[in-house]
């Protein structure tokens, strides 16, 4: 093989004769440049398309990880709406606490004889004041509801007491209503009174057991006390009669009635109308025949008759 040199002008310079065993040689080299030349191209390629994904696997990733933000933004909504849930049922509990607390007070009221325009359990208590310095911190859940929490307490407390000042006073009504006292014929007048006494009928010596009012016929005849009615009916010598148990052994008795108004197991109130003043029975004139017992054994009206003067109206 020979090997031509050319000069700028393309002129023959120099002829360099070469061997065949230098010709292999050269061939061998250039083969080998060629083939590194090719295996520098490839791994570049390839480290490319490493280094730079495809389009749709980063479209992948991204959608997966928007799952996994929604559902931590969904669980985050349903523990608000829970917190929330729980916030309108301590309230609504708080509501109903509230109500009756209302209804108790107006009770009281009105059982007390207050002034329900002073003492109003039905509108929000009046209230004011300054208006806070500075930047006011805003509420925070948990704070909220362990005020809540306080007042449901304080509220629980208010109701029992408020209960048992209820019970106080109905216990003393009632022990009020109960007690004998007054007369059972307000306008009338004492024509016989308890203890000896001439019979009106024999003129005998004889004892009455109660007191009798004289007044015009039909006027009405009052329960001394609160009661139920245990007799009505006639009995001998005492015409028309009506007897009321008051508890505590105490029971009273209403008799010579021109008509009864009340039957058996009937509960009166104090100064509810019983009879109607009348002559029946073993009787000379229009009255009213009072008696008083305690345990079966007759008491004198008077002192239970002194201790009204003044209620009746």
Same mark, same amino acid.
């Given at each position: 093989?020979? /090997?031509? *040199?050319?000069?700028?002008?393309r002129?023959?310079?120099?002829? &360099?004769? +070469?061997?065949? =065993?230098?010709?292999?040689? +050269?061939?061998?080299?250039?083969?080998a440049?060629?083939?590194?030349?090719?295996w520098?191209?490839?791994?570049f390629?390839?480290?490319?398309i *490493?280094?730079?994904p495809?389009?749709?696997?980063?479209a992948?990733?991204?959608a997966?990880?928007?799952?996994?933000?929604?559902e931590?933004v969904? $669980?985050? &909504?349903?523990a608000?709406?829970?917190?929330?849930?729980?916030?309108?049922?301590?309230?609504? $509990?708080?509501?109903?606490? !509230?109500?009756?607390?209302?209804?108790?007070?107006?009770? +009281?009221?009105?059982?007390g004889?207050?002034?329900?325009?002073?003492?109003?359990?039905?509108?929000?208590?009046?209230? =004011?004041?300054?208006?806070?310095?500075?930047?006011? $911190?805003?509420?925070?859940?948990?704070?909220?509801?362990? #005020?809540?929490?306080?007042?449901a307490?304080?509220?629980?407390l208010?109701?029992?007491?408020?209960?048992?000042?209820?019970?106080?006073?109905?216990?003393g009504?009632?022990?009020h209503?109960?007690?004998? !006292? %007054?007369?059972?014929?307000?306008? %009338?007048?004492?024509?016989?009174?308890?203890?000896?006494?001439?019979d009106?009928?024999?003129?005998?010596?004889?004892?009455?057991y =109660?007191?009798?009012?004289?007044?015009?016929?039909?006027?009405?005849?009052?329960?001394?006390?609160? =009661?139920?009615?245990?007799? #009505?009916?006639t009995r001998?010598?005492?015409?028309?009669?009506?007897?009321?148990?008051?508890?505590?052994?105490? /029971?009273?008795?209403?008799?010579?009635?021109?008509?009864n108004?009340?039957?058996?197991?009937?509960?009166?109130?104090?100064? $509810?109308?019983?009879?109607?003043l %009348?002559? #029946?029975?073993?009787?000379?004139?229009?009255?009213?025949?009072?008696?008083?017992?305690?345990?079966?054994?007759?008491?004198?009206?008077?002192?239970?008759?002194?201790a009204?003067?003044?209620?009746?109206?």
């Open positions: 093989m020979e /090997l031509i *040199v050319l000069t700028r002008r002129r023959i310079q120099r002829a &360099v004769h +070469l061997g065949p =065993g230098t010709t292999a040689l +050269l061939a061998g080299v250039g083969i440049l060629l083939a590194a030349a090719f520098a191209g490839h791994t390629d390839a480290r490319a *490493v280094q730079d495809r389009p749709d696997l980063h992948a990733a991204m997966k990880e928007l799952a996994s933000q929604k931590r969904d $669980e985050a &909504v349903g608000s709406r829970r917190d929330l849930d729980a916030l309108a049922l301590r309230l609504s $509990e708080l509501q109903a606490r !509230a109500i009756r607390l209302d209804a108790l007070g107006e009770r +009281l009221v009105e059982m004889g207050l002034d329900p325009a002073e003492f109003s359990f039905g509108t929000p208590p009046p209230r =004011g004041g300054q208006a806070p310095a500075g930047e006011s $911190e805003p509420n925070q859940v948990p704070d909220f509801i362990a #005020s809540l929490e306080g007042l307490s304080v509220l629980d208010r109701v029992q007491e408020l209960a048992a000042l209820e019970s106080t006073l109905v216990s009504r009632l022990a209503a109960t007690t004998l !006292a %007054g007369s059972p014929l307000p306008w %009338g007048w004492i024509s016989s009174v308890f203890g000896p006494r001439s009106p009928i024999t003129g005998q010596r004889s004892r009455h =109660g007191v009798d009012f004289a007044g015009k016929r039909g006027s009405p005849v009052r329960a001394v006390a609160a =009661g139920i009615v245990v007799f #009505s009916g001998s010598g005492l015409g028309r009669v009506v007897e009321i148990d008051h508890g505590n052994g105490y /029971l009273t008795r209403y008799a010579h009635n021109l008509k108004l009340v039957t058996v197991g009937q509960r009166v109130a104090k100064s $509810e109308h019983v009879a109607l %009348g002559s #029946s029975g073993r009787s000379t004139g229009n009255h009213v025949h009072f008696e008083v017992l305690h345990n079966g054994k007759p008491l004198d009206p008077m002192p239970f008759i002194h009204g003067r003044g209620r009746d109206s």
